[in-house]
């Protein structure tokens, strides 16, 4: 027998609330349109810390007459200059700009109050409440713990597979949703070319 959880899910109707955790945060960070752009400039921004540190410890070194010692000394002194100055680009840079991300996307003790009617999404923390409607929602990505909500290519939210009572209503709203964002999208384009 179908609940009514699973029924109301089904026709795009929730209440759940949940407490994101740092799994939910990996989520979302692990499902981002541009990770991998970002891996990219991560990498060339590592490089450039290790190159402007080794540039800097071979200065340093002709600076103080150690030049005149081996080739091999000189690289050597030169590539742990540039070691040391990729460790200190991530323990100081690195590490308070994830930090400042982590802050940014929720707070971890505050809980959220996701709700839907069929037509929209709200969203309610301690200080804010947003509501969006299900055409502004423009990719919808379904995983097995998670169902997560994109706009304009950014993740706006992780909705936990646990937030809900049972798993069932979790897979009937998530259908719900993936059957609404198809129809969404196979009227916009009629909509383009009557326009």
């Known amino acids: 027998m179908v609940s009514d959880l699973v029924k109301n899910a089904a026709q795009g109707i929730i209440d759940v609330s949940f ?12 499902n981002v349109p ?9 990498i060339l921004s590592r490089i450039g810390a290790f190159a402007i540190a080794a540039a800097l410890a071979g200065l340093v070194l002709w ?3 150690a030049i005149q010692a081996s080739v091999l000394e000189n690289v050597t ?3 742990a200059g ?23 996307l929720f707070h971890h003790a505050q809980t959220l109050h996701v709700t839907s009617d069929g037509q929209a999404l709200t969203i309610e923390g301690e200080h804010v409440k947003t509501c969006i409607a299900f055409a502004g929602i423009e990719r919808l990505a379904k995983l097995e713990t998670h169902l997560i909500f994109y706009r304009k ?3 706006i939210l992780a909705l ?3 937030a809900f009572a049972q798993p069932e209503a979790f897979e009937a709203f998530a259908s719900f949703m993936q059957s609404r964002m198809a129809a969404d999208q196979t009227q916009q384009p009629v909509l383009e070319k009557t326009a």
Not at 19 to 30: C, E, G, I, Q, Y
Not at 82 to 104: D, H, P, V, Y
């Open 19 to 30: 407490t994101p955790s740092l799994a939910d945060l990996k989520v979302l960070v692990r």
């Open 34 to 42: 541009d990770r991998l752009c970002f891996a990219i400039v991560t």
């Open 63 to 65: 600076n103080v007459d």
């Open 77 to 79: 002194l030169a590539i």
């Open 82 to 104: 540039g070691l040391i100055g990729l460790m200190a680009f991530r323990m100081l840079f690195e590490r308070r700009w994830r930090s400042s991300i982590r802050k940014s």
């Open 153 to 155: 290519r950014d993740a």
């Open 160 to 162: 936990p597979k646990a």
